[in-house]
């Protein structure tokens, strides 16, 4: 096991509803990254925290959004759900803000219906 | 906006078999090329990493070759055990950002 905990595992919402994805990194780690994985596809880079704010941003528009706290857990929020984001969401947690060695939570599944 | 570009997309192989996997990206910026190793029901765990200042790096039956000018890596997994059977993916990264392929289903046959 990673040491990266995400939560829930599993969340269903509809079109339109607004969700709240939780992570925690591994015990020193400072810098955290939330990816997107659609089935059969490999991850897509959502954003980066380091040192508590956005560090770097993938191809996500601004309804996909970030926190990350004093104690480096992270948030990923996303408003206004399309049919189109349901998908794996991962965090992954890493030392200072190089994504060399990082460490994968096992995900939250969600379903948008 | 695909960077890394991953093939093939599902490999069967027999026990000791040498799969290969082949991944090439555009972007000269990025200046680290990790190999994960997914399981189902899991998240991606790192496998084996290259930087473009070497061009192959070992580690027990998992090797990266690298060639810089083609823009290209690929993974090579030795003896190839059921145990490896699941899905590997490549990423290239830079800073603070990280591209994967799409990922090779990979079937060990006993």
């Known amino acids: 096991e990673t040491g990266v905990t995400q939560s829930p595992t599993h969340l269903i919402k509809t079109r339109g509803q607004q969700v709240t994805l939780r992570c925690s990194s591994q015990?020193?780690?400072?810098?955290v990254s939330w990816y997107q994985q659609a089935l059969g596809q490999g991850p897509q880079f959502i954003f980066q925290y380091y040192r508590e704010e956005e560090n770097g941003r993938g191809n996500f528009p601004p309804r996909f959004s970030g926190l990350q706290f004093p104690n480096y857990s992270s948030e990923l929020n996303v408003n206004a759900l399309e049919l189109d984001d349901s998908a794996l969401y991962l965090c992954?947690?890493?030392?200072?803000?190089?994504?060399?060695?990082?460490?994968f939570g096992a995900g939250t599944r969600l379903s948008v219906l | 906006q695909q960077q890394v570009k991953q093939s093939p997309q599902s490999l069967i192989v027999q026990k000791g078999g040498i799969p290969i996997i082949n991944c090439a990206y555009e972007?000269?910026?990025?200046?680290?090329f990790p190999w994960y190793q997914q399981f189902p029901g899991k998240g991606p765990a790192l496998l084996i990493a290259i930087r473009p200042d070497v061009s192959e790096k070992k580690e027990g039956r998992f090797t990266i070759s690298f060639n810089k000018s083609a823009k290209q890596f690929s993974l090579h997994i030795m003896d190839s055990q059921p145990g490896d059977s699941a899905t590997y993916f490549c990423a290239a990264s830079n800073n603070n950002d990280m591209r994967f392929g799409a990922g090779t289903r990979l079937t060990v046959k006993p």
């Open positions: 015990s020193g780690h400072n810098t």
């Open positions: 972007n000269t910026a990025f200046d680290y």
């Open positions: 992954a947690s890493s030392f200072a803000s190089r994504l060399d060695i990082q460490y």
